[in-house]
């Protein structure tokens, strides 16, 4: 059993050294393409979906031969394992979300949920799969919390909160004009799959990669939701609405007039869209500009310029 | 610590706690004797 133990920790070290190697190394290429965001699917947590595989065959193995013990101990081990990790990678996922806005709640700790459920799992196979001593299994558990713990952290769990113009907190406000606003953009991209006209299409993924625009603008700086009020209440539901309308109309009643008609709407939301955002981007230089004289005028008082 | 080196050890640990127990309950799971129902059969 100790040759085997080292035969094993000879073969992971040199393979966490690589698979840690290899992550710089996607890290650096994906901030070379950090324009196309959401190209390639994330990573996070996979590691601990593939390192409770054998856990899985043991218990099959179990099965076979007829022991009840081990079968149940690494059962219901592979089960926790399974939805530690998914808990663990829901968290990493909704963390990344937290990070990028700039007003969020807290994210609900699954993370460390997920921790503490692949800390029992290490503690439960270790003792029913392996037969460990119960303190000896207890080690392993904690020390796999500990491992989770510096690789992944636990959860943040403050609310990056957001102050209106008067003073009062207006962050359940903005988180949730900003999410409502998500599921439409969401809506238009779902009624894509069920229009069969490609031009239509590609006019819908347009509207929908400017309104995602848009509301990236929104999150960067929440001050312009006021701006935006109009949009994200009047031309936002509208669009999806009519959007989902015609997915539902279109393939029980084939009328030229409709898909003239929805096409001229499309044309008119487009605009609408680009004009929106243009104002935006404007209302941002007009800040900087109006910063930079103030910055100036300082300076000159101070004599510096 | 750095960021880096803490996520490296964090790491290890998963490997040398989640992956080698579970390489030994495949292992316990494959070299452990056959199960005692076919002990019992009668011989002929």
């Known amino acids: 059993m100790g040759r085997f133990l080292l035969l094993i920790s000879a073969f992971l070290i040199p ?6 190697l290899f992550k710089r190394a996607f890290q650096n290429m994906a901030e070379r393409f950090q324009q196309v965001p959401q190209q390639f699917p994330s990573l996070k947590g996979f590691l601990l979906f593939l390192l409770p ?3 899985m065959s043991a218990a099959v193995i179990a099965l076979a031969r007829g022991h009840v013990v081990e079968l149940l101990g690494n059962a219901a081990g592979y089960g926790l ?11 990493l ?10 007003v969020a709640r807290a994210p609900y700790p699954l993370k460390t949920l997920g921790s503490v459920l692949i800390a029992l799992a290490t503690g439960i196979t270790a003792s029913f799969g392996v037969h460990h001593h119960p303190l000896i299994a207890v080690a392993f558990g904690l020390l796999a919390l500990l491992g989770c713990y510096l690789s992944y952290g636990f959860d943040p769990l403050t609310a990056k909160r957001f102050t209106d113009a008067e003073g009062l907190d207006a962050t359940d406000r903005v988180v949730e004009a900003l999410a409502q606003a998500e599921r439409g953009i969401t809506a238009i991209e779902q009624a894509t799959r069920e229009i069969g006209n490609a031009e239509l299409n590609q006019r819908l993924r347009r509207i929908a990669k400017l309104a995602r625009a848009i509301l990236t603008l929104l999150e960067e700086d ?13 031309y936002l539901d509208g669009a999806t609405q009519v959007v989902a309308g015609y997915a539902k109309t279109h393939g029980r009643v084939s009328k030229p007039e409709l898909d003239d008609n929805f096409r001229r709407v499309l044309i008119t939301i487009e ?8 104002k935006l981007l404007e209302s941002d230089v007009n800040d900087l500009d109006v910063q930079i004289e103030v910055l100036m005028t300082q300076l000159k008082r101070e004599g510096v310029a | ?27 316990t799971a494959s070299c452990s004797s056959n199960a005692p129902v076919i002990h019992a059969l009668p011989l002929r």
């Open chain 1, 81 to 91: 394992f399974l939805s530690g990790a998914l808990l663990l990678r829901r968290g």
């Open chain 2, 1 to 27: 610590m750095s960021p880096v080196l803490r996520k490296f050890i964090g790491l290890l640990l998963i490997f040398a706690t989640v992956g080698v127990v579970s390489c030994q309950a495949l292992v």
């Open chain 1, 222 to 234: 929440p001050r312009d939701l006021r701006r935006a009020r109009k949009f994200l209440n009047v």
């Open chain 1, 93 to 102: 996922l909704r963390e990344a979300d937290y990070d990028r806005r700039r």
């Open chain 1, 271 to 278: 605009e609408v869209f680009t004009e929106q955002q243009q």
């Open chain 1, 53 to 55: 595989l054998p856990v």
């Open chain 1, 15 to 20: 393979f966490s050294l690589l698979a840690f």
